[in-house]
């Protein structure tokens, strides 16, 4: 699934949203530790990152080729700065129509309009790819990322109080959530 589009963000500066490639490998490590450290309310940790750049590489080659699932980076002044994708939640007949949404944009750039950008790439893409569902899970105190996707249009179908234990606050609810496209 091919993706490439150049956005104006709102301080001025040229975004192009495209593909990860295989050659990206070590810039999409590198904004996922950073990523990954300046905010708890992401999955995992930079020391439980289970991929090294190569295996990095090997995943975003596998992207490119897909025909269902992408990887797109946000690239600021020829520097990787967030990354978005979706992907099958599976092959099975009776899920196939599914896909899960994920993203991360490094602190600098929050705000400037490329969360919003890259929700709406995927969401292009999830279409093309022929889903006719996106699914994701918010941490519930993460306020700009539960506006930013109840505004796609997004809605609630569940809460899991103690959806991830974080080290820094203990227990963290997680809202699901899903978009009919």
Same mark, same amino acid.
């Given at each position: 699934?091919?993706?490439?589009?150049?956005?104006?963000?709102?301080?001025?500066?040229? +975004?192009?949203?495209?593909? @990860?490639?295989?050659?990206?490998?070590? %810039?999409?490590?590198?904004?996922?530790?950073?990523?990954?450290?300046?905010?708890?309310?992401?999955?995992?940790?930079?020391?439980?990152?289970?991929?090294? /750049?190569?295996? #990095?590489?090997?995943?975003?080659?596998?992207? &490119?080729?897909? #025909?269902? #699932?992408?990887? !797109?980076? &946000?690239?600021?002044?020829?520097?990787?700065?967030?990354? @978005?994708? !979706? #992907?099958? *939640?599976?092959?099975?007949?009776? /899920?196939?129509?599914? @896909?899960?949404?994920?993203?991360? *944009?490094?602190?600098?750039?929050?705000?400037?309009? !490329?969360?919003?950008?890259?929700?709406? $790439? +995927?969401?292009? +893409? %999830?279409?093309?790819?022929?889903?006719?569902?996106?699914?994701?899970?918010?941490? @519930?105190?993460? $306020?700009? %990322?539960?506006?930013?996707?109840?505004?796609?249009?997004? /809605?609630?179908?569940?809460?899991?109080?103690?959806?991830? +234990?974080?080290?820094?606050?203990?227990?963290?609810?997680?809202?699901?959530?899903?978009?009919?496209?």
């Amino acid at each position: 699934m091919e993706y490439n589009k150049v956005i104006i963000l709102k301080n001025g500066k040229k +975004c192009c949203l495209r593909n @990860a490639t295989e050659s990206d490998g070590q %810039a999409v490590y590198d904004i996922f530790n950073k990523t990954h450290s300046e905010t708890d309310y992401l999955l995992s940790y930079p020391d439980e990152n289970s991929f090294d /750049v190569i295996e #990095e590489s090997r995943f975003l080659k596998e992207k &490119a080729e897909s #025909e269902n #699932e992408v990887e !797109i980076i &946000a690239v600021v002044d020829n520097a990787v700065v967030g990354t @978005a994708g !979706i #992907e099958a *939640v599976g092959t099975k007949y009776k /899920v196939r129509h599914r @896909a899960d949404f994920g993203i991360s *944009v490094a602190e600098d750039f929050w705000g400037l309009g !490329i969360g919003k950008a890259l929700l709406s $790439a +995927c969401i292009e +893409c %999830a279409k093309a790819a022929g889903y006719t569902q996106l699914e994701l899970n918010v941490v @519930a105190e993460n $306020a700009g %990322a539960l506006s930013l996707y109840r505004k796609a249009g997004f /809605v609630e179908y569940g809460r899991n109080p103690k959806g991830f +234990c974080s080290r820094l606050s203990g227990f963290q609810e997680l809202i699901y959530m899903r978009l009919e496209l």
